[in-house]
């Protein structure tokens, strides 16, 4: 997040995108119902009338994958209106120009021919946006989850650099990260583009710095992602480290997936519990869960905390840090003979400008937000306040592209899909703690009450739903939560695999999968 | 007429101020009760979680949320009624469905029986008739009334009555050749003090919501009139409706408020049909709405009915119960006169204190101070019941003395008995007996008997009254009414309740005074609101005056 | 600009006979805390509106008739207060007499809730278990709601309306309120039905706010009468990107409950269901306590350290040798710790030179 989770009382006008944070960020959402309290005003797109929407002073029902539609449609308001800031954008960006000129034919009209929202509904959120004080954009995997991912993330920054809705208290671009160390895994370089501390890889500079650090000669050359070392599983990729992910079942593509683990020469899982993906390892590694383990983790808005271990570990389970060190040593690495996570984390900050002002003892109370540049450094809870990371914010010239798959008559129905308020993931947590079942102990398809009758559906009964990758049995649920034609369904449930379903396309910057938007048919059973 | 749907409902409210009383009954009245699905509706449309809206309407006695529950007889079980056979009459009607209510403020009538929209009044089943809210008696005295001076001429009630009494013609002077300015000031000048019960000077009071910071100001009427014993201001709505709304209007003026409302309690549907009738006829002469009397002036008025909450008369929980919140009382500071309706300056006055607004425009605030006897200005209605001779509202000098009131104005009590005990200002200022029924009728005096005179009921209770009974339904009362908000009432009129009707406490003299005693002064200090701080002068004056009957009670 | 005459100069009163400084806007309450002054609370919680319900924290103000509520009051220059003398003490007593009355008991579990010990503990400073002023008792304990998280057990309420305003003003949800009035008030859902039929999403603020144990974590109290010692250890919520603060409980080695931090920097207090209640998979019987090493039969079976750590490595190594150091790929979590992550990225790196390394936020 660009501003830190106590601004979202302050925005007196929220725009929220592609994020159902009530139920995946039920405490950051607190913050937007505490803002409309106290009289501010939401806007939320989203395909689903989702309780976020219950609350918004504005809905706009937007059909799965129009996103970009959406958000130039209110750029060429916002530009028509004169809600332009123009000082921001002279003195704190460039491109704006060409990017006015770019958003004169995408009207209102235009949007709504695509995202199904009225034009008048389009031109209030974006005359209610451009005109706030304090205007807060907030969006989860909504918009990233898309062929056009990054395009959406360009859109919502281009909209916030016209405005100057960013760098200042109560404003941003804020994506919610979902899970609870997924900002840290990034931060300590767990991505095939950047060393730690998001130091390019491509960077010569910083390869020979990690190079010598680490006593071996680095690629200064991006990796594959792990979509691509999926792809490549049996070729080019034969052995996998998987530390704490459930890939078959949180991946697209489960059946694809399947095989490309089974394809490997070795495949070792470190977990807690024995997930499906674990059932296909060589060698299964038992891991120290939260609760018994100490270590450092980052939230969404990059403040930097302290994990405590409470309780001893179960049998013999070990430390991540410590399973993949010994791993390392048996190979012959240098450089892993650790004694805590406090050596670990303390090199961390030694190698990352954005910690070098942190150690294991200055993060005890979990103040900072990085980046903290230097020891006497504060942290920094507000990005961007007075420049952007390289110079000026750039505009982005972009166009709006249909989804990878679109309905048609085989498959004339839009499926989405999600996370629920009380499962997390794959339930390997959820799922084993007494109590959640009671709420939620089976998956369910929601569909529009109409849909259900008009498809021949019965409400608690079963479908077959199917695309053009696999066949699922789900069980229907009538709700006018879902939109007539779009329906839904959560990932958490291993007997309603919807992964075997999704998959459609990649984002060709982040091979992010498309997992939000997929074209499916909808049987009786 | 078809019957409207939800949908119906509340689009035709949901823009309108204070919307959800009226959408309540709206559905109450359709439906003869409050069903889950209209709540369900309600909550929807105006927006109001439904957790919260079911809670506050269980909190009124008269929303009912059985079917047929709104036409089921209610009959007043209140501490007059209760003296009359008011048990008798709800055992009688059972059978129909009937349930007790608190004091319907009609003690000077046979009992009253609310059926829906009618009230009855009776003292048998058989007997019961509908009629007409009975015009204060001849004025007895030899001084000059002021809020009743016209009220007996013939059609005061409706706005050619009025004006032909010199009705309008306060407002019409003040808006045409004064100011805002000059209207408070006259008020100032008249002493005229509330007569809801707290006595603030009415002049300063609208002079602060003049001098408040707000987007809009308001006027609310404050014709709650839940406490037993009185009965004054559904004689001045009903018989001088035009005198309330002229009162209003001046108030909205001095203020520079645009809207007013009447909350009026529920027990009172006729009063409620009048005054809407007045307010038709006063608006369509130009009275009310946009540019009065071509003044550049603007005001409307609603009026909202409440639904059997003697709290929400405390102008805190009146505001919330408006407002469609919970009717808890709020907090003080800060004040209704800066944040009232909806956190804007507001005015909340009682209906007495602005219906003699409009003669103190007319004669001038010299008359009005003049009225008083002594130090004392203006004039006091009081609700006089119980064991007396002529029950009825008396406008009172204030200084006048209690037992000049009580014997040559209304007869003293009936059958040669003699007068035991009296309360003050309802129940709330607890009893007066003894040497003290020589106090004068106004607030120092009766305040130094440790009482107050408040909204200006006086029950009567003769000899042959049970004392600690009387107390013991006056706790009733209160702990039945207490919102729930602060413990020392919440708890504390229950326990007190208890002690009266001998269902706990110790059984020592010693033990039991003290326990009362420590429960008293605990409640007086520390209540949140009036009504707590109020309760325990019943306990206290029962101690003070009958000691020996107190001793007998504990002692069996 | 109207300029408020009181800005710019500072504003004081006098505390207990000691002047003191505020802030416009701060309640006596407010002030009193900040100087270290203790006054007694029932229905306050800093994170909500003051209420002014209980009215132990009344004070004496100079020039007022009665005592006045010091956290609903604000400080005004020149206010003169005592927090306490013998009157005032006399009326806390008296009020917390009066709350045991009408309470089922005064003891409960700590386990109950985070504020449950409240009452109990004023009780006992004050020595208010006198057994004065019996009677009835207020609050009916729901039997019939079968969820598995809250207990409700009104018997012990006290009308503090905390859990009410916690879950409208904190967790905006609103799905509880008050129902009847005065001794009978009760609270309750939407037309008094079970808390899975409201809109509650067991969040548990409303347990942990409770200052009689009324509300009560029951999954935490199935540990009661466990021994030992209750102890508290500060860490992270697991599951998502918000990063919530909480208090582990835990009894000898067992992870029995979970309590926010109401001082923690992300979360104020909050939680929501899943960082409340899906605490126990930790203890599960299913979790994985031995390496599993996959033998000749296709079947994985249990195995030491060192063989499975050596056939993991081995496993690498042949990659390498075999296929070159391309042929190696790690996917990091983004569940774990920063230091797994740290280990994995340099495993690789370090290891085989590429940058074939990747965490899971893509799914
Ligand atoms: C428990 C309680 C009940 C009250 N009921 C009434 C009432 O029914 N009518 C009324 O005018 N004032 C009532 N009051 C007084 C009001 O709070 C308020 O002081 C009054 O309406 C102000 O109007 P006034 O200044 O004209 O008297 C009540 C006060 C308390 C504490
Ligand atoms: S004194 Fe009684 S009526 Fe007034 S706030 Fe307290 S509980 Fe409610
Ligand atoms: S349940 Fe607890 S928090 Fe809620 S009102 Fe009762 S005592 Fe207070
Ligand atoms: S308690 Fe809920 S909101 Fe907070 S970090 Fe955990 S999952 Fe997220
Ligand atoms: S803390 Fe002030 S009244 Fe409860």
């Known amino acids: ?525 | ?556 | 600009m109207i300029v408020d005459a009181t800005q710019g100069r500072a504003l004081r009163m006098t505390l207990d006979g000691e002047e003191v400084r505020f802030s416009d806007g701060e309640t006596i309450y407010e002030v009193a805390t900040r100087q270290h002054t203790p006054i007694p609370t029932l229905c306050y919680d800093p994170r909500l509106e003051p209420f002014g319900g209980c009215r132990m924290c009344v004070v004496e103000v100079e020039g007022a008739r009665t005592p006045v509520a010091s956290c609903t009051t604000p400080a005004t220059a020149g206010m003169v207060v005592r927090t306490k003398n013998v009157a005032l003490e006399k009326h806390r007593k008296t009020l917390l007499e009066l709350v045991v009355s009408e309470n089922r008991e005064v003891d409960v579990d700590p386990l109950r809730g985070y504020a449950s010990q409240e009452v109990a503990t004023l009780v006992d400073e004050y020595g208010a278990r006198t057994g004065r002023f019996q009677g009835q008792r207020s609050g009916t304990s729901n039997e019939t709601d079968d969820n598995p998280f809250i207990k409700r057990d009104y018997d012990l309420c006290i009308s503090c309306y905390r859990c009410v305003r916690v879950c409208a003003e904190q967790e905006g949800d609103h799905a509880i309120a008050v129902m009847n009035r005065g001794f009978q008030t009760q609270i309750t859902t939407e037309f008094n039905g079970r808390l899975k039929d409201s809109a509650c999403t067991f969040c548990g603020q409303c347990v942990q706010t409770c200052p009689t144990g009324a509300l009560g974590d029951i999954k935490a109290m199935r540990a009661e009468p466990l021994p030992g010692e209750l102890k508290k250890t500060r860490t992270i919520c697991p599951y998502c990107g918000v990063g919530c603060s909480v208090d582990l409980l835990t009894k000898g080695e067992r992870l029995v409950g979970v309590q926010p931090a109401m001082d923690g920097p992300a979360n104020k207090g909050a939680l929501c269901i899943k960082g409340q209640f899906a605490f126990d998979f930790v203890h599960h019987e299913e979790r994985l306590k031995t390496p599993l090493v996959r033998g000749d039969d296709g079947e994985l079976h249990e195995a030491s350290w060192d063989e499975a750590l050596d056939r993991a490595a081995d496993g690498f190594r042949r990659a390498r040798e075999e296929h070159g150091r391309y042929s190696i790929y790690g996917v990091a979590s983004g569940r774990a710790p920063h230091e797994a992550a740290y280990t994995m990225q340099k495993f690789i790196r370090a290891g085989f030179g590429t940058n074939y390394i990747d965490n899971c936020s893509r799914a």
């Open chain 2, 1 to 556: 007429m078809a019957l409207l749907s939800n949908s119906d409902i509340i689009e035709h409210w949901k823009s309108a101020a204070a919307p959800l009383l009226p959408v309540l009954h709206a559905f109450h009245d359709r439906d003869g009760h409050l069903s889950e699905d209209a709540l369900r509706a309600v909550s929807d449309g105006l927006g109001i979680p439904i957790a919260e809206l079911f809670g506050s309407v269980t909190f009124y006695h008269h929303f009912a949320r059985e079917a047929g529950g709104r036409d089921a007889p209610r009959v007043c079980t209140g501490n007059i009624c209760a003296l009359r056979g008011a048990h008798e009459l709800l055992d009688a009607l059972r059978s129909e469905g009937a349930t007790p209510m608190p004091c319907a403020g009609r003690c000077d009538q046979p009992i009253p029986v609310l059926r829906g929209d009618k009230v009855f009044v009776g003292l048998t089943a058989d007997s019961l008739a509908h009629g007409p809210t009975p015009l204060p008696p001849r004025y007895p005295g030899d001084g000059e009334e002021c809020v009743f001076s016209a009220i007996r001429e013939p059609g005061r009630a409706t706005l050619p009555g009025y004006r032909n009494s010199g009705g309008y013609e306060g407002l019409e002077k003040l808006i045409k050749s004064g100011s805002p300015g000059e209207t408070i000031e006259l008020v100032n000048e008249s002493k005229l003090a509330g007569r809801g019960g707290a006595g603030f000077p009415t002049g300063r009071k609208w002079q602060a919501v003049a001098d408040a910071e707000g987007e809009s100001k308001f006027i609310v009427c404050n014709a709650d009139e839940g406490e037993p014993g009185c009965f004054k201001d559904r004689a001045i709505m009903d018989h001088d409706p035009h005198a309330v709304l002229e009162g209003m209007i001046i108030a909205g003026y001095a203020c520079g408020a645009g809207q007013g409302f009447i909350y009026l309690r529920y027990e009172y549907p006729e009063t409620f049909a009048g005054l809407e009738r007045a307010i038709a006829d006063a608006d369509a002469a130009g009275l009310l709405g946009e540019n009065i009397l071509g003044s550049g002036f603007s005001f409307r008025i609603d009026v909202r009915r409440g639904a059997g909450a003697y709290i929400c008369g405390e102008e805190g929980s009146l505001l919330n119960s408006l407002e469609g919140k919970h009717p808890f009382p709020r907090n003080r500071p800060p004040f209704p006169v800066t944040h009232g309706y909806n956190q804007q300056p507001t005015a909340v006055n009682n209906v007495e204190t602005l219906a003699s607004v409009p003669h103190i425009a007319r004669r001038g605030a010299a008359w009005y101070c003049a009225l008083g006897i002594g130090d004392q200005a203006g004039t006091k209605l009081i609700s006089l019941s119980g064991d007396i001779e002529r029950p009825g509202n008396y406008e009172v000098p204030l200084g006048l003395p209690l037992q000049t009131l009580l014997n040559d104005w209304a007869g003293g009590a009936p059958h040669g008995r003699e007068i035991q005990a009296v309360t003050m200002a309802g129940l709330s200022g607890g009893f007066l007996a003894g040497a003290d029924l020589n106090v004068t009728l106004d607030e120092p005096s009766i305040r130094s008997c440790g009482s107050f005179l408040g909204a200006g009921g006086v029950i009567v209770f003769d000899d042959s009254r049970d004392m600690v009974k009387a107390a013991r339904d006056a706790m009733e009362f209160f702990a039945h009414e207490s919102c729930g908000k602060c413990f020392p009432c919440r708890i504390g009129t229950q326990r007190l309740t208890e002690r009266l009707a001998g269902e706990a406490g110790p059984a020592s003299l010693a033990d039991w005074k003290t326990e009362v005693e420590d429960i008293g002064s605990t409640m007086r200090a520390t209540s949140a609101c009036g009504l707590g701080v109020a309760a325990p002068m019943i306990t206290d004056s029962l101690m003070k005056y009958f000691p020996d009957k107190v001793e007998k009670h504990v002692q069996t």
């Open chain 1, 1 to 525: 997040m660009s501003n830190p989770l106590i601004d979202m009382e302050k925005p007196d006008v929220i725009f929220c995108i592609g994020t159902n944070m009530t139920e995946c960020h039920p405490v950051a959402a607190t913050g937007l119902k505490k803002a409309i309290a106290h009289g501010s005003r939401m806007i939320v797109a989203d395909p689903r009338k989702i309780p976020l929407a219950r609350l918004a002073q504005l809905y706009l029902p937007i059909r799965v994958g129009s996103d970009v539609a959406l958000l130039l449609g209110m750029a060429h308001v916002i530009a028509r209106e004169g809600l332009v800031d123009r000082q921001f954008m002279d003195s704190r960006t460039s491109g704006g120009d060409e990017f006015i000129e770019h958003v004169k034919p995408f009207t209102p009209e235009w949007a709504a021919e695509i995202t199904g929202v009225p034009a008048k509904d389009i031109e209030t959120a974006a005359i209610w946006y451009g005109s706030a004080e304090q205007g807060a954009i907030y969006y989860t995997l909504g918009i990233t989850e898309h062929i056009c991912g990054v395009d959406n993330v360009q859109s919502l920054c281009n909209l916030a650099l016209m405005t100057g809705n960013i760098g200042r208290e109560g404003t941003g671009v804020n994506p919610m990260r979902g899970q609870n160390n997924i900002q840290g895994a990034g931060d300590c370089g767990a991505v095939p583009s950047h060393f730690p501390g998001f130091q390019s890889c491509a960077e010569p500079e910083n390869a020979r710095k990690f190079s010598e650090a680490y006593g071996t000669e680095i690629d200064a050359e991006k990796g594959i992602t792990k979509v691509t070392a999926l792809n490549q599983c049996g070729d080019q990729i034969r052995a996998l480290l998987i530390d704490g992910e459930n890939t078959v079942v949180s991946d697209p593509e489960r059946e694809h997936c399947e095989h490309a683990l089974k394809s490997l020469d070795h495949l070792v899982v470190i977990d807690i519990f024995l997930t499906e993906t674990g059932e296909l390892a060589d060698v299964v590694l038992p891991a120290t869960s939260w609760g018994e383990t100490d270590g450092v983790c980052a939230n969404t808005e990059r403040r930097v905390q302290r994990l405590r271990a409470a309780v001893p570990p179960a049998g013999q389970a070990k430390p991540d840090w410590w399973i993949v060190s010994q791993i390392a040593q048996r190979i012959g690495t240098p450089g892993f003979e650790y004694e805590s996570a406090k050596d670990i984390f303390n090199e961390l900050c030694g190698l990352s400008p954005i910690y070098a002002g942190l150690d294991w003892d200055r993060i005890d109370q979990g103040e900072y937000q990085w980046p903290v540049p230097d020891k006497d450094h504060p942290g920094t809870p507000i990005l961007h306040v007075r420049e952007f990371k390289n110079g000026r914010g750039l505009f982005k010239i972009l166009g709006y592209r249909d989804p990878a798959e679109v309905i048609d008559d085989d498959f004339p129905v839009w499926l989405t899909t999600g996370r629920r308020l009380q499962s997390y993931h794959t339930r390997t947590q959820t799922g084993r703690s007494q109590g959640i079942d009671y709420l939620l102990s089976e998956e369910l398809l929601e569909v529009h009450p109409h849909d259900v009758a008009s498809w021949g559906l019965v409400d608690g009964g079963q479908c077959h739903l199917s695309s053009r990758r696999g066949k699922i049995m789900a069980k229907i649920k009538a709700t006018d939560q879902s939109p007539r034609g779009t329906v839904f369904c959560s990932f958490s449930f291993n007997d309603t695999p919807v992964n075997i379903l999704t998959g459609s396309g990649y984002d060709p910057v982040t091979e992010t999968a498309e997992l939000k938007v997929c074209a499916v048919r909808v049987e009786p059973a």
